[in-house]
């Protein structure tokens, strides 16, 4: 017997509201798996640990009226626009080992690969087709449920996605392509037949859902009225988008196979009074608590690993290790 998968859609291309709208669903939808396919105006979403300022083009995105969100998964940051598609996967925590980036992507790499193109999951958190990437993945933890999400670039902007994103350099080490126009591609280009993004959009509803009863539903008006409230007392906001970096002590920035890390330590009387970990790795929940158990620590590293061994690291750094944490952080001064 065929399980049971909800369609929701957003009915909304404001980003604001359409991240409101999925972080509502994975913390209030308990039960069952939910898809979720939607589409935003000219946008820039970065990854919960970035610095707005480091990853996009300010001047240009104020010029091209692109709005920045930040969301509540890791990651780097991506453009928006109505020639992207993102679709969003809802479903309940198995055994940890299964809940991986390959298991969440194949049926999007599946209903890819029947379109006849070229497609693969790739690295960390990318869908390519023809060695392009067409897809940048990112995942969540709440309680027991788990949001895997993902943006389909079907016939995105090339020039405003090359302009509006700031790519540091650490994430090109190692690589021949040296820009990120270089390396993405819209799968409409590559298509045997062509088709439009609504036609995409359906192709993909039916085929996501083909191995499941997919059952369409409409949200409540109060869910809608909590959503909007999220929007704007959250998504909406310059405190979330936009955060408030004092001066500190210490900061060092390492590329790691897991990703980008920079920590950012102030220290008073050799004691941590403020960490922030910023950068393009996949946490799959927020840092807040792991960064405020750190504050009070004498800033030495067997005192700073004794802290972190208390939390399953992986959750919040994604690939990145213990040793490559403190690599990055006492990096600054050999005696310590």
Known sequence: MKHTMTYLDTYSMDPYYNLAFEEYML????????????????TVVIGQNQIAEAEVNLQFAKEHDIKIVRRTTGGGAVYHDRGNLNYSFITDVDEMAEMTMERFARPVVEA???????????????????????SGTAQRIYKNRILFHGTLLFEANEEMVAGALQVDPLKFQGKHTKSVRSRI???????????????????????????????????????????????????????????????????????????????????????????????????KTSLAELEQALVGKTFAKQDVQNALCQYPLEHYFGGITMQEVLDTMFLFDGSR
């Open 27 to 42: 913390t209030h939808r308990l039960q069952g798996d939910i898809l979720l396919l939607w589409q935003n105006d000219n």
């Open 112 to 134: 890819l690969q029947k379109l006849g193109l070229d497609a693969e999951v790739s690295g960390r958190n990318d869908i390519l087709v023809n060695g392009y990437k067409v």
């Open 185 to 283: 591609g819209n799968i409409r280009s590559f298509l045997k037949d062509d088709m439009e993004l609504m036609q995409f959009w359906g192709y993909l509803k039916k085929e996501l859902g083909k191995n499941c009863n997919l059952r369409q539903e409409i949200i409540t008006a109060e869910e809608k009225r909590q959503i909007l409230a999220l929007r704007n007392e959250k998504y909406a906001t310059k405190e979330w988008n936009f955060r408030h970096l004092q001066q500190f002590d210490y900061s060092n920035k390492r590329k790691w196979d897991g990703g980008i890390l920079e920590a950012r330590v102030a220290v008073q009387k050799e004691k941590i009074t403020q960490v922030v970990f910023c950068g393009d790795f996949l946490s």
